[in-house]
């Protein structure tokens, strides 16, 4: 028979018990984050110009990794456990470059080494951005029904063609795209195209993320909030210093406002920093001027490194965040030293002027 000190004692204890269980179960609304290597889905490079720059190589291996060994630079890549790779693709270009064809025949390369594809959709004939969003020639005179038929059709070909871990649905589409049929000041329309352009890759690849992607920090709170019923998994924003913001702090924020706004996947669609503001060729740089760079991030070496472990810091440190891309790192001068027409970016390429790997690539480390 236990007395009533020791029945009392006895509950205290029970009572003690039930607590310290209760206090090690999470929380319903806490949404706990992935340890780091799980965080980081997505260490990313969009290699679009890669095909090019071979085909001019004469098939020859242009790139030499960090033992300065010749090696393809999808090879040095994977290597450096870079484990995505974005490509863009165009509707009907006028080369074979950046082509259905040359995307599916470098799809399958990027498949055979293992690695994710990120397709990004430019809905053009060239370059789409925030300035310019021009339809395909062969969508030209459609009627807005017409164009977002086409959209459907178009999207649904390249998802179950392709099966892209991620698809962007446009790029930079600040402004909307197809304009100006999907412009952002007719925004009924511009969402309707942007719902088609979803649907058809959820039904053509239920399992591929979908993106869409804004360029810059400047407005992009309001953009996400307004399309934020559509039916997508991921947010990609575009950040460069040269055009972006140059404040540390701001972008910091910035991003923590975002992760707050939404419950969206978020990754670093396309970044990049020069390792030097010298030029290997006579075409001029996009990116050369002492403004161009961040305080404490000298376009040195070291300090291309050092801005590329700043911004996975960042995903790391942002709530939903999922990963991020280096855009264009294997755009070198291939063409020569005094072609007036070859690459604008051999500063902000993660291989110097003798097309060595440098350090930043060990920002794909996990």
Request: proline share 6%; aromatic share 12%; charged share 15%.
């Amino acid at each position: 028979m236990v007395n009533q000190g020791g029945f009392i004692a006895f509950n205290t204890l029970l009572l003690l018990f039930a607590m310290v269980l209760s206090s090690c179960k999470p929380r319903a609304d806490v949404i706990e984050e992935p340890p780091l290597e799980e965080k980081l889905v997505y260490r990313a490079a969009d290699l679009s110009a890669l095909p090019m720059i071979e085909a001019a190589s004469g098939g020859h291996n242009t790139f030499y990794n960090v033992d300065s060994v010749a090696q393809d630079a999808l090879s040095i890549f994977k290597e450096s456990d870079c484990n995505t790779v974005r490509l863009r693709i165009w509707h009907t270009p006028n080369s074979t470059h950046s082509s259905f064809e040359e995307v599916k025949t470098f799809a399958a390369r990027i498949r055979a080494k293992g690695m994710k594809l990120w397709l990004t959709i430019h809905y053009s004939d060239w370059w789409a951005d925030p300035g310019q969003q021009t339809p395909p020639a062969a969508w030209a005179g459609l009627s807005a029904t017409e164009m977002a038929d086409s959209v459907y059709a178009y999207t649904f070909k390249l998802a179950s063609v392709l099966k892209p871990e991620i698809l962007q649905v446009g790029n930079e589409i600040n402004n909307g795209f197809l304009w100006p049929s999907g412009h952002s000041n007719s925004p009924a329309q511009f969402h309707n195209l942007l719902a088609k352009g979803i649907a058809a890759t959820r039904d053509a690849s239920p399992n591929t993320q979908i993106m869409l992607h804004y360029a810059g920090i400047d407005g992009a709170l309001d953009f996400f909030s307004a399309v934020d019923t559509l039916d997508f998994d991921q947010i990609g924003i575009s950040y460069y210093p040269r055009w972006h913001e140059q404040n540390v702090t701001v972008v910091e924020a910035f991003f923590y406002t975002l992760s707050q706004q939404s419950n969206k996947d978020i990754l670093i669609a396309e970044t990049a920093y020069p390792f030097t503001l010298g030029y290997n060729d006579w075409t001029n740089n996009l990116v050369g001027m002492p403004e161009h760079v961040l305080n404490g991030y000298p376009a040195t070496p070291k300090g291309q490194a050092d801005f590329m472990a700043f911004i996975k810091k960042l995903m790391v440190d942002t709530k939903h965040a999922r990963g991020f891309c280096y855009w264009a790192p294997e755009w070198v001068a291939y063409k020569g030293p005094q072609a007036p027409d070859g690459s604008p970016w051999e500063n902000m390429a993660v291989f110097n002027f003798n097309n060595r790997a440098l350090p930043v690539l060990q920002t794909f480390n996990p």
